[in-house]
């Protein structure tokens, strides 16, 4: 969940918060439940035991919906009418990707245009030795 939510913030238009702390609040109970259970390692079998595990599923279920329900709000770019989540969307990122390319491409174009520019009049001012 540490590199999803890396390589979301590597995204500059990503800019919902929500989601992230929604997901960072998954990861940390995963890793403290994760970290109680290891005290309880050989002994699954006991009634209690189970008992904790069966909860900690109903917990885990929800945080998984949650973020389903982020994740989606975030794909479709709009409210979500259970969580409070406002999002730029896919495609506000796709938007924002696409007029970057276009100004490299834009540059690209400029250099080249410039360093063909250079090119002749280097050829022009070359005067050969007889």
Not at 20 to 33: F, K
Request: hydrophobic residues 40%; contains cysteine.
């Amino acid at each position: 969940m540490g590199l999803f939510l890396r390589l979301l913030h590597d995204i500059p238009e990503f800019t919902d918060e929500d989601l992230h702390l929604r997901i960072s609040a998954c990861r940390e109970d995963l890793l403290c439940w994760a970290s109680v259970l290891r005290d309880y390692r050989g002994n699954f079998r006991a009634a209690a035991v189970q008992r904790r595990i069966n909860d900690l599923s109903e917990e885990v279920g929800e945080h998984v919906r949650i973020i389903r329900e982020s994740l989606h709000a975030f794909r479709e770019s709009g409210m979500c009418p259970n969580i409070h989540l406002s999002t730029e969307g896919i495609k506000n990122i796709k938007l924002a990707q696409t007029q970057a390319q276009t100004g490299f491409q834009n540059l690209s174009t400029v250099a080249t245009f410039f360093s063909a520019m250079t090119a002749s009049t280097l050829q022009f001012s070359w005067e050969p030795k007889e």
